[in-house]
């Protein structure tokens, strides 16, 4: 089984930079996602991180350490439409492909 | 990229009627797709897991003579929520993935029983 944290709720302002963390605990690492989900609409696939290291991809980074079972999705120069639910989720190794997914973290820009 | 077809977006019937919700991956053959239950304010919660040709896998405590799901074609799947009474009234969510692509999902169907 997994174990997946992260933050409830987190507001940043219009243009910075925002960090959203995950913690996780399971017997068998495949790989982890982020995704953005809007209010009342299905999620979008972010990243994917299968490796240590920071994977970037526009404003959007996301950081992987297996052996600390962690990672953080950052989000650089924050517009509003960044305002919804980043739902960590993270797949067991043994040839399921599956994720658990995490609660997610509803994040509030404001100007 | 991948896209993921969910029909219909909103669907509102009386209690005890069925209703049928499909998804297709329409540029890539997905081997497995995956249906989503979601509540308000909640996470995603798995309620099956189906590969093309067999049975679907449900999760614990999801009925499956209640929420049958067929997965016919590699780029088709459907959910059929049969006898649906207002607490099944919910977001519904498929995605696809083979072993290339990571989960894709469809819009969501929002389900309303009266």
């Known amino acids: 089984g997994q174990n997946i944290d992260q933050p409830t709720e987190m507001t940043a302002t219009e243009g910075a930079i925002v960090q959203i963390n995950c913690t996780y605990q399971?017997?068998?690492?495949?790989?982890l996602f982020w995704y953005q989900q809007h209010a009342g609409e299905a999620p979008t696939f972010l990243s994917y991180?299968?490796?240590?290291g920071l994977e970037e991809k526009g404003r959007f980074s996301s950081f992987l350490s297996r052996s600390k079972g962690y990672s953080y999705l950052l989000l650089k120069e924050l517009q509003m439409k960044d305002s919804a639910s980043y739902l960590c989720?993270?797949?067991?190794?043994?040839?399921?492909?599956?994720?658990?997914f995490g609660r997610g973290t509803s994040l509030i820009v404001h100007p | 990229g991948a896209v993921v077809s969910q029909h219909p977006s909103w669907v509102i019937c009386k209690s005890g009627t069925s209703v049928k919700i499909e998804c297709r991956s329409l540029d890539f053959q997905a081997t497995t797709m995956f249906w989503y239950r979601q509540f308000p304010k909640q996470s995603l919660m798995l309620m099956a897991t189906?590969?093309?040709?067999?049975?679907?896998?449900?999760e614990q405590g999801v009925e499956k003579d209640k929420f049958l799901i067929n997965h016919a074609s590699l780029t088709l799947s459907t959910l059929t929520v049969t006898s649906a009474h207002p607490e099944d009234s919910s977001f519904y969510i498929c995605s696809a993935a083979d072993r290339a692509q990571p989960q894709h999902f469809g819009d969501g169907t929002r389900l309303s029983i009266l």
């Open positions: 991180n299968v490796l240590d």
């Open positions: 399971t017997s068998g690492f495949n790989g």
């Open positions: 189906s590969n093309e040709g067999s049975k679907a896998t449900y």
């Open positions: 989720a993270v797949s067991e190794s043994g040839g399921s492909y599956i994720p658990t």
